[in-house]
């Protein structure tokens, strides 16, 4: 038979683990509106992602240079406004997460990640990125929301295309 005790050990665990859900959506919607920075794009909903004062940076040597450091969600939408045009900047753009640690205490929490990000730009040029993430979450409004996101550059590099013609190549069927 459960105690009271027990019930709030319960109740603590499932706020923990609605905060670290919640979280998981804050990203993947922001990743997920990066992907399409166009003329379509709901930059109310991509500000809304964050808290009033946030920071958003570039760490270290190459995205510290590249991108600097942005304060308050204004300033934040108007960096990642930049990159709808009037032409996109990106042709494609795909990011995706990976090696997630989500530490939830109250209304704060610190998650990190590991982005892989794939572009081709207007001008035809491709890359592939990864970075290291380091983003602080607060319940602002209710909900939770980006405090500080912070990207550090881990390895770039340029590539040819993303969709080879070449067939697929799969198992012979006859057991070759």
Known sequence: MSGAGDIGVLLARLERLEAESAIRGVMARYMELCDRLDATTPMDE??????????????????????????GRDAIVAMLDRYRGPVPYFAMNAHFLTSEV????????????????????????????????HVRFAVEEGRWRIARFETENLFSRPVDRWDDPAPVPVPDSHGD
């Open 102 to 133: 989500i530490r939830v205490e109250g209304d704060a929490a610190e998650g990190s990640w590991v982005m892989l990000q794939t572009s081709t730009y207007a001008s035809g040029t491709s890359d592939l990125r990864a970075a290291r993430l």
């Open 46 to 71: 991509l500000g809304a992602l964050f808290t009033r004062d946030a920071l958003w940076a570039g760490k270290g040597a190459r995205y510290g240079a590249a991108f600097g450091g942005h304060c």
